[in-house]
Structures are given as C-alpha cells and as structure tokens.
C-alpha cells in the first residue's frame, strides 16, 4: 500500500521560511510527478509547484504564480521524496499543504497534510 509522510509545516512569523517533506513508500516509482497542493479555509484546494521524474532523470519543476520566486521544490527521485522550500511567506501562505503523487497510468495518492501557519 503506498503512504506518503510529510513532515514540517507549523507557525511562522510573515516573512520567515519554512520546509515540507513528503516520503513516499510501498512502492517504488521511476517515472512520476511529486505535487504540493494547498487549501485554506472555505477556499478550494489548489496548486502549489510539482517535480516530475522519466526513470529517475529530469528533474523539471513548475510553480504557481502566487509562489514562484520565493518557493523551491526539489526531490530525490531514487528515493521517491520531495520538498518543498518556503521562504518570504506570507499570512496568505496559511494553508494546510498536502503532498501528492501521480504516475502517467493516471495512479495517484495523496498525504494526510500538514499545517503551515504564517502570522501577520
């Protein structure tokens, strides 16, 4: 059954930074995308930055609009793990963060989230 674990995540001063991670285990994926997701409250869950591996090379990334510049997704594509690099945050950076991973064969999972505060 595959798990995927974040870790990091907590309370922030505006303007500070914060690290997630996400591990992924039982199973080992060669070719896939690890995503960071996020959703605030009584807000939809949306898109954050996204990694993509072709048998554990390339390494491309893509980031939304209201992070790129000041968040960094990096991973290790043998170990199926991703993190993510907050800095500059901002209150409206608060937000549960979720990981997730897909696969071409349209398999996808999701973490359980992890809570990143950023007080004004």
């Known amino acids: 059954q595959v798990q995927l674990v974040e870790s990091g995540g907590g309370l922030v001063q505006a303007g500070g930074s914060l690290g997630l991670s996400c591990a992924a285990s039982g199973r080992t994926f060669t070719t896939y995308t690890m995503d960071w997701f996020r959703q605030a409250p009584g807000k939809e869950r949306e898109f954050v930055a996204a990694?993509?591996?072709?048998?554990?090379?390339?390494?491309?990334?893509v980031y939304s609009d209201s992070v790129k510049g000041r968040f960094t997704i990096s991973g290790n594509p043998v170990r199926n793990t991703v993190t993510l690099r907050m800095n500059s945050l901002k209150p409206e950076d608060t937000a549960v963060y979720y990981c997730?991973?897909?696969?071409?064969?349209?398999?996808?999972?999701w973490g359980q989230g992890t809570q990143v505060t950023v007080a004004s």
């Open positions: 990694i993509s591996w072709t048998d554990w090379t390339g390494g491309n990334t």
């Open positions: 997730h991973l897909r696969t071409p064969r349209a398999s996808e999972y």
